[in-house]
């Protein structure tokens, strides 16, 4: 079975920093493209930054200069360092990744429960 846990979420002020963290669990043979996805209620998820396992590293238009994601292949990690927030950063981010549980099966995609980022005065 395996999880992905994120953590790091909290409220913060507009300007201020957060890291998230996403933590995978489980028995895993090799990961591969991790992202970071964020959902306001009401409207569709969205991609916010990529990963790959060559850690080339992709971001939608609106966080580009702000945030970065980085991964730890050791502790099975992807980090997303977010800076100068503003309040349209405010939704649920969401961890996501490509996993392949053993050799030569097949490479899968999981999600985590999501964290709450809310950037507010």
């Known amino acids: 079975q395996v999880q992905l846990v994120e953590s790091g979420g909290d409220l913060v002020q507009p300007g201020g920093s957060l890291r998230l963290s996403c933590a995978a669990s489980?028995?895993?043979?090799?990961?591969?493209?991790m992202r970071w996805y964020r959902q306001v209620l009401g409207k569709q998820r969205e991609l916010v930054a990529a990963?790959?396992?060559?850690?080339?590293?992709t971001y939608v238009d609106s966080v580009k200069g702000r945030f970065t994601v980085s991964r730890d292949n050791v502790k099975n990690m992807v980090y997303l360092q977010m800076n100068s927030l503003k309040p349209e950063d405010t939704a649920v981010y969401y961890c996501?990744?490509?996993?392949?549980?053993?050799?030569?099966?097949?490479?899968?995609?999981?999600w985590g429960q999501g964290t709450q980022v809310t950037v507010s005065s």
């Open positions: 996501n990744a490509d996993i392949q549980l053993k050799p030569y099966g097949s490479i899968d995609e999981y």
């Open positions: 489980g028995s895993i043979f090799r990961f591969y493209t």
């Open positions: 990963i790959s396992s060559d850690g080339t590293s």
